[in-house]
Nanobody, 122 residues
Framework: QVQLVESGGGLVQAGGSLRLSCAAS????????MGWFRQAPGKEREFVAHISWNGVSTYQSDSVKVRFTISRDNAKNTVFLQMNSLKPEDTAVYYC???????????????WGQGTQVTVSS
């Protein structure tokens, strides 16, 4: 059973930084591409960033490009989201997710964490 546990959220002022972590278990972590998503109150969940199983390929949504960086440590079964220059519109619950197929950057995301709240004050 795949388990993903996010941490690192909190309250930060605009312009500040946070680093989110997602610890994974129940899967061969180094074989799975991972992603970060977020959901703001009253809005649909949106994609934030993706990283391939080996960390070679990454991409982010246009709204966070340059400001957010996704990375992973396969030795620690953990994926990270470094968020800089935070804006009030970044306020949301952030979720990590694992794709359903190994060695795939295109399989759907099928396993989700419980989320961590990020609040950016103006």
């Amino acid at each position: 059973q795949v388990q993903l546990v996010e941490s690192g959220g909190g309250l930060v002022q605009a312009g500040g930084s946070l680093r989110l972590s997602c610890a994974a278990s129940g899967l061969t972590f180094s074989s799975y591409s991972m992603g970060w998503f977020r959901q703001a109150p009253g809005k649909e969940r949106e994609f934030v960033a993706h990283i391939s199983w080996n960390g070679v390929s990454t991409y982010q949504s246009d709204s966070v490009k340059v400001r957010f960086t996704i990375s992973r440590d396969n030795a620690k079964n953990t994926v990270f989201l470094q968020m800089n220059s935070l804006k009030p519109e970044d306020t949301a619950v952030y979720y990590c997710a694992a794709r359903t197929a190994a060695y795939s950057d295109y399989a759907e995301f099928g396993s989700w964490g419980q989320g961590t709240q990020v609040t950016v004050s103006s």
